[in-house]
Nanobody, 118 residues
Framework: QVQLVESGGGLVLPGGSLRLSCGAS????????MNWYRQAPGKERELVAA????????NYADSVNGRFTISRDNVKATVFLQMNSLKPEDTAVYYC???????????WGQGTQVTVSS
């Protein structure tokens, strides 16, 4: 069955960095757009970053553009989110998602908590 398993979340100081990973199985990873979403308490889930199947095109939310970088390894069926210059407002549960169309996630991971606090 389809599995997306996120890791790498945790507690970090403002200005710090984290690298999230999401390992995939059960579907043809290299054919899917891979996405990172996040949901903060009391807020809607929002798209943070996305990357096309071959990795040639990336898309970022304005709030993270220039600070976050999405990448993928199709051999290892893994997608990454490098997060730099973290701010308290980046605190959220981060979810990995797979889709065949932009903005139409089909498969979801269970999420990993990121907390930015001093």
């Amino acid at each position: 069955q389809v599995q997306l398993v996120e890791s790498g979340g945790g507690l970090v100081l403002p200005g710090g960095s984290l690298r999230l990973s999401c390992g995939a199985s059960g579907f043809t990873f290299s054919s899917y757009i891979m996405n990172w979403y996040r949901q903060a308490p009391g807020k809607e889930r929002e798209l943070v970053a996305a990357i096309t199947p071959a990795g040639g095109i990336t898309n970022y939310a304005d709030s993270v553009n220039g600070r976050f970088t999405i990448s993928r390894d199709n051999v290892k069926a893994t997608v990454f989110l490098q997060m730099n210059s973290l701010k308290p407002e980046d605190t959220a549960v981060y979810y990995c998602a797979a889709s065949t169309l932009w903005y139409k996630p089909q498969y979801w991971g269970q999420g990993t908590q990121v907390t930015v606090s001093s």
